[in-house]
């Protein structure tokens, strides 16, 4: 049985500060790396994708994979109240395989 | 309009109810999918359409039954629902089914509720 594992959270982290957000997975062939943000009430959105090791940087995001501890993680910068949502990633090899995701609050 | 569309927002439905979700994309995709989001599980691939031909049916009960009549729409059939099947149903499409660069775009889901 294929897993992704997020800790549920939630993480409480002020505003301004940086937020790293994990992931571990359980296929070691799995080739693609997904972070999804899901506002409560509303549908995931995909905010980062990242496909081989090392750091992948996109405005205040930052995705790291390390394929060797099949590890994959999400760090934001200068965090914002509007960063409070849950994160979502997702794995895929031959599927696309979710977490459950952790409920990121950002306090003012 | 633009992305995905799904309708209805909202379903309050009744066990020998029978309904129908819908879903429309506008981006040009080719593969198209439903996921059920419950609360405290991981988002649950039910069936993927690749150029309107199902793919995948993850052992999903035959009360729902997916239809995909071209590229751009996709329906969920329901009847006979059990009121563990109240969740957040969710469409969503990506560029094409297999291809590495796999990126779900989803609609605003339509809540659920089976009494």
């Known amino acids: 049985q294929k897993e992704v594992e997020q800790n549920s959270g939630p993480l409480s982290v002020p505003e301004g500060a940086i937020a790293s957000l994990n992931c571990t997975y359980s296929d070691r062939v799995s080739q693609s790396f997904f972070w999804y943000r899901q506002y409560s009430g509303k549908s995931p959105e995909l905010i980062m994708s990242i496909y081989s090791n090392g750091d992948k940087e996109d405005g205040r995001f930052t995705a790291q994979l390390n394929k060797a501890s099949q590890y994959v993680s999400l760090l934001i910068r200068d965090s914002q109240p509007s960063d409070s949502a849950t994160y979502l990633c997702?794995?895929?090899?031959?599927?696309?395989?979710f977490g459950k995701g952790t409920r990121l609050h950002i306090l003012p | 309009e633009t992305g995905v569309t799904q309708t209805p927002r909202h379903l309050v439905m009744g066990m020998t109810n029978k309904k129908s979700l819908k879903c429309e994309q506008h981006l040009g995709h080719n593969a198209m999918y439903w996921y059920k989001q419950s609360a405290k599980k991981p988002l649950e691939l039910m069936f993927v359409y690749n150029f309107k031909e199902q793919t995948e049916n993850n052992s999903v009960p035959s009360r729902f039954s997916p239809e995909c009549p071209n590229s751009s729409h996709l329906f969920l059939h329901l009847h006979t629902l059990q009121p563990e099947d109240s969740a957040l149903y969710l469409c969503?499409?990506?560029?094409?089914?297999?291809?590495?660069?796999?990126?779900?775009?989803f609609g605003s889901g339509t809540q659920l509720s089976v009494l």
């Open positions: 969503a499409s990506s560029r094409e089914r297999g291809s590495g660069n796999e990126k779900l775009f």
């Open positions: 997702a794995v895929k090899d031959d599927k696309i395989i």
